[in-house]
């Protein structure tokens, strides 16, 4: 079946200006998370989902990061007012359900450049 | 709050000579997964250990979670070039919350 996918790809933007990340989950799966890896680094957890609730918003970097999910499926990630700092691969993974007993299946991930 | 450190970042092997990777938890874990990231792809799901002490194999990968629940290994023998790629450790808390806190990774290269 269909694995996780991640639009856009690659996302070039200017700095100030917002970008929206969008997942497409495995069909089933009601959790779902989003992770940030820049250049060479580890997997910063951001934010995950169970159902369409966000149990765990700890891990996003400040005000100007938001996500929802909507359906019990597709989630989109919001970045206002993009910084250069924000420049970064984001991935997204979703589970059977949440826990962390459970895989996580990654999606390609949407590289953000922000100029 | 949790973190899990990751050693070493960077390996260069000969191809046929073992790697290890280390990874310590700063609390005790309900488990742990291993994840393969090859360049320019996405992680993906090696393996996971849950009991105290468990060592588990997957041909030439071998996976151990420490008594303490504290720090595992992934050992490879005899490397070969498909091998290459980044190894991340990823560990959960004990209230099951669903965060996975992932290590740094450790970047495999093996030289034919």
């Known amino acids: ?115 | 709050g949790q973190q899990v450190m990751q050693i070493p970042q960077y390996q260069h092997v000969q191809e046929g000579e073992d790697f290890t990777t280390y990874c310590n938890s700063s609390t005790t874990l309900s488990n742990i997964q291993w994840y393969k990231q090859r360049p320019g792809g996405h992680p993906v799901f090696l393996i996971q250990l849950v009991k105290s002490g468990e060592v588990k194999k997957q041909k030439r990968l071998t996976f151990q979670f420490g008594e303490a629940k504290k720090n595992s290994s992934l050992h490879i023998t005899a490397t070969q070039t498909t091998d290459v790629g980044t190894y991340f450790c990823a560990g959960g808390g004990s209230s099951n919350t669903g965060k996975l806190i992932f290590g740094q990774g450790t970047t495999l290269q093996v030289k034919p």
Do not use: M
């Open chain 1, 1 to 115: 079946g269909a694995g996780v996918s991640q639009s856009p790809s690659n996302k070039v933007t200017e700095k100030g200006k917002d970008v929206e990340l969008r997942c497409d989950p495995i069909s089933g799966h009601t959790a779902l998370y989003w992770y940030r890896q820049s250049l060479g680094q580890g997997l910063e957890f951001l934010i995950y989902f169970q159902g369409n609730s966000a149990p765990d918003k700890s891990g996003l970097p400040s005000d100007r990061f938001s996500a929802e999910r909507t359906g019990g499926s597709v989630s989109t990630l919001t970045i206002q007012r993009t910084q250069q700092e924000d420049s970064a691969v984001y991935l997204c993974a979703s589970s059977l359900i949440a826990g962390v007993i459970h895989e996580q299946f990654f999606g390609p991930g949407t590289r953000l450049t922000v100029l």
